[in-house]
């Protein structure tokens, strides 16, 4: 976890390497990240491998993932955990989410599970959390955490998004993540939360 006695460290320009080998998270931080003019590399492409997420929490596994993507990279990295929280299972899938897919990465198969597990439970509340985590190759870390709040549906609706989006409802709107347009889930999201503290503290407004 960063050391909160140090001021918080802006980026200063450079390459900036996405720890993720996940398309759907690329994308969205790619568009994101558009207006600040950064040079994006990604962790496939200077083939970095994916470590083993074994923290207890989205900000752990989010600050190992940067921390050693960085320090591989010898650039500042920008990382990413997210998940489903599901109050009614405990908080599963949770850091969990992605390996409920399996090895196949099949979210089908993991919004099926979470649907079988409820077994009809009425409580049909969940939030998404992403966690972003910025470090750079000497250690230090910024943390920023953002939420979204809503129900399940079933089935699944929609075919955009990834993960478990089209079985989201984010509370207030009549689409799923997996129905709406891009640009207004980036509005909304819990990613586009932790992104607009990020860059209130780390990036220059754009031009």
Same mark, same amino acid.
């Given at each position: 976890m960063p050391d909160r006695a140090l001021p918080t460290r802006r980026f200063a320009g450079g390459p900036l390497v996405i720890a993720t080998h996940n398309k759907g998270?690329?994308?969205e931080i790619a568009d994101l990240l558009r207006p600040y003019d950064v040079a994006i590399l990604?962790?496939?492409?200077?083939?970095?491998?994916?470590?083993?997420?074994?923290?207890?929490?989205?900000?752990?596994?989010?600050?190992?993932?940067?921390?050693?993507a960085a320090d591989m990279s010898q650039f500042a990295a920008l990382a990413d955990d997210s998940g489903l929280v599901?109050?009614?299972?405990?908080?599963?899938?949770?850091i969990y989410s992605a390996r409920w897919a399996g090895p196949a990465k099949d979210f089908s198969v993991a919004m099926r599970q979470v649907e079988e597990r409820l077994a009809g439970n009425p409580d049909r509340r969940?939030?998404?959390v992403a966690v972003l985590a910025l470090a750079w190759p000497d250690g230090h870390v @910024?943390? #920023? %955490?953002?939420? +979204?709040?809503?129900?399940l549906v079933w089935p699944p609706r929609g075919s955009r998004g990834f993960g478990y989006d089209p079985m989201f409802?984010?509370?207030g709107s009549t689409l799923t993540f997996g129905e709406m347009d891009?640009?207004?889930?980036?509005?909304?999201?819990?990613?586009? @939360?932790? #992104? %607009?503290?990020? +860059?209130?503290?780390?990036?220059?407004?754009?031009?």
């Open positions: 998270k690329l994308a990604s962790a496939g492409e200077l083939g970095l491998d994916e470590p083993e997420e074994t923290g207890t929490s989205f900000e752990a596994n989010a600050t190992l993932k940067a921390c050693l599901v109050p009614a299972l405990g908080g599963d899938p949770g969940a939030l998404f @910024e943390v #920023f %955490r953002g939420e +979204v709040h809503g129900t409802l984010p509370a891009p640009a207004e889930k980036h509005r909304i999201s819990h990613r586009a @939360e932790a #992104f %607009r503290k990020l +860059v209130a503290a780390c990036f220059a407004p754009p031009p």
